[in-house]
């Protein structure tokens, strides 16, 4: 079977979207590619960090909301979205937004209640390395926390002057 978005459904309750999977998936299963044709320099809600300073609309998968404990996997690199454990029928699909997003065009507050819940969704600058290591890190993501650690030292002169 081709990997499809056919296969997933947005569904809309008291105003939320989500994105729901029409059929079950077993971990490691491509679920669909991720749309690559509209892509640009600055962030929006509907779009996907793919590069330091790419940004892609994702049609359906816009409707992808964030988890601590998600069950896919957004694979920039090679624009596809796969199961990180097996994914029941009707199950709601999630990701881990600072997978893929550096800063976050709208930072907002976390009620996924997962135990490593972490509480504020602003984007993967923003979250301390233990946290992150538990995490799928898009290559983009892991070059700018590593030139981020390479830089603490000037980061923290700024500081101190500003």
Request: proline share 6%; aromatic share 6%; net charge negative.
């Amino acid at each position: 079977m081709t990997p499809t978005m056919d296969t997933l459904a947005i569904r809309t309750e008291n105003k939320f979207k989500s994105l729901v999977s029409k059929r079950e998936y077993h971990k490691g299963d491509v679920i669909c590619e991720m749309p690559s044709e509209n892509v640009m320099d600055k962030p929006n809600r509907y779009t996907v960090q793919i590069g330091r300073n790419q940004h892609t609309h994702v049609g359906k998968l816009a409707a992808l909301n964030h988890s601590c404990d998600p069950n896919v996997i957004l694979d920039t690199e090679n624009m596809l979205m796969i199961a990180r454990r097996d994914i029941a029928r009707g199950e709601e699909l999630s990701f881990f937004y600072p997978s893929t997003e550096w800063e976050m065009n709208a930072p907002f507050i976390c009620l996924c209640g997962a135990p490593n819940c972490i509480h504020v969704v602003a984007g993967a600058r923003f979250l301390p390395l233990s946290t992150l290591e538990d995490h799928y890190l898009n290559p983009h993501i892991r070059e700018m926390m590593i030139e981020l650690l390479n830089h603490t030292k000037h980061h923290l002169e700024v500081l101190q002057t500003a």
